[in-house]
């Protein structure tokens, strides 16, 4: 299945209220370990979900397939494309890249993207997030991956203007321990994670949810193994014609979070920017034009 079209995942959540509360309970085991979840025979997958097989056969056909074979084929693309690494991702789309300029083509992509990704989020869902980030009865902490540590240090630059006890998990993941030592019951911890996922990142989730925190994941359309122990989750389309991932569309929901959590938080927000510039102008660390 092509990365420019829909996910099973995807499906799923869209047709959840069309569903039986038999081919519920099956959409919800599948998303559960997805996307191996669905690799099994239809048997094994009906035992896993303590389903019958005549439901399994029924949801894949509302979901738009033809049959279980069908949906196993589709679900194996994603897979493959889901472990792909950079260089198997640009002879992908190398092969029949089209001949406009790499500048239209890839704006294109992002836009799709972009469409794609704020389609599939659920603004009641949104709005309960940016609550969570919002209250100061809670500790923030963030923590982002290889790649994406770039983006949890900008979300935490923000969110540490908007608001006090917002933390950042630093160094590398042999140091987060220390950080997880200040993890209270009731803190929210943003996780970063996208292809590849990394181990690391699943065992802090794992960790930072027995310490009883609120996991919030940030990642891509495949969804990290971390969705398992997170309260809210974060998707966005990540496909373009790069050998790389584009980091735009999470970078776009990122900067909408920082906006709202910003107008939840504006008393204590503009305190802390008047503050703040007041220190910025004695210490002389931006240069005056005027």
């Not at 679900?75 to 092969?95: M, N």
Request: aromatic share 8%; proline share 4%.
């Amino acid at each position: 299945m092509p990365e420019s079209q829909e996910t099973i995942a995807d499906r799923l959540q869209a047709r959840l209220d069309t569903l039986t509360r038999a081919e519920r309970q099956l959409a919800h085991s599948i998303l559960e370990g997805y996307p191996v979840s669905g690799l099994g025979s239809i048997t094994q997958v009906a035992q896993n979900a303590e389903v019958s097989t005549p439901t399994v056969a029924r949801m894949v056909q509302k979901l738009g397939f033809k049959g279980y074979p069908q949906f196993q084929s589709a679900l194996r693309a994603e897979l493959e494309a889901k472990i792909s690494g950079p260089v198997a991702r640009r002879e992908t789309w190398a092969e029949n890249a089209p001949g406009a300029h790499i500048l239209n083509r890839f704006t294109e992509a992002v836009i799709g993207n972009i469409r794609h990704s704020l389609g599939q989020i659920d603004p009641d869902g949104f709005d309960a997030l940016c609550d969570l980030l919002a209250d100061r009865e809670r500790r923030v902490h963030v923590v982002g991956g290889r790649i994406t540590r770039v983006l949890a240090d900008y979300l935490f630059l923000h969110l540490q203007m908007i608001r006090s006890g917002v933390v950042l998990f630093q160094g590398q993941p042999n140091a987060w321990p220390h950080s997880l030592l200040d993890l209270a019951p009731g803190d929210v911890l943003v996780i970063f994670d996208v292809r590849r996922y990394e181990n690391a990142t699943l065992k802090l989730a794992e960790m930072a949810a027995e310490k009883g925190a609120v996991i919030v994941l940030v990642t891509d359309q495949w969804r990290s193994p971390v969705h398992r122990f997170a309260r809210h989750c974060i998707t966005s389309r990540t496909s373009v014609p790069s050998a790389w991932d584009s980091s735009v569309t999470t970078l776009l929901l990122v900067e909408t979070v920082i906006a709202a959590v910003q107008e939840r938080c504006w008393p204590e927000t503009r305190d802390r920017m008047e503050a703040l510039d007041e220190m910025f102008s004695r210490t002389r660390f931006f240069r005056k034009f005027t």
